[in-house]
């Protein structure tokens, strides 16, 4: 299935009295929506959504009410944040702090306010 130019309208009291009406429906619309989306990604990037697509839908499946599914995927969400690995811990490795420590990231310390300028044109 091609989805590199469709664009899913999104209304959501649409969305919402299919979901009530047609729950089938439903499912292969957000189904759809989600294989758009992902199909406009990048393509190096594809394969990874959807295997993070299959992880979150396999904790829907696991949970036994839509908002357990919502507080199980959040939780994910922010172990990709703050957990070992996390997008926490790359922004303070790309900024110089030390690694975190049994994933608590203890007191951090400031940068230096000073640098060095070049001056680049006087090299040219």
Same mark, same amino acid.
Request: glycine fraction near 6%.
């Given at each position: ?6 664009? /899913? ?20 619309? +957000? %189904? ?23 992880? /979150?839908?396999?904790? %829907?499946? +696991?949970?036994?009410?839509?908002? @357990? @599914?919502?507080?199980? /995927? ?15 811990? @790359? ?31 006087? %090299?040219?």
């Amino acid at each position: 299935m091609d989805h590199k130019n469709e664009q /899913i309208s999104f209304e959501f009291d649409e969305w919402l009295g299919i979901a009530r009406r047609d729950p089938d429906a439903f499912e292969k619309m +957000r %189904r759809s929506a989600i294989d758009s989306v992902i199909s406009q990604a990048p393509p190096a990037n594809q394969q990874r959504l959807r295997c993070l697509q299959w992880r /979150i839908d396999q904790e %829907r499946r +696991r949970a036994r009410t839509p908002l @357990a @599914a919502c507080i199980r /995927i959040s939780q994910m969400m922010w172990e990709s944040v703050t957990g070992q690995g996390g997008l926490l811990q @790359a922004l303070r490795r790309l900024q110089g702090y030390p690694e975190a420590h049994d994933g608590v990231i203890g007191d951090v310390p400031r940068l230096p306010r000073e640098a060095v300028v070049v001056d680049l044109s006087e %090299r040219l």
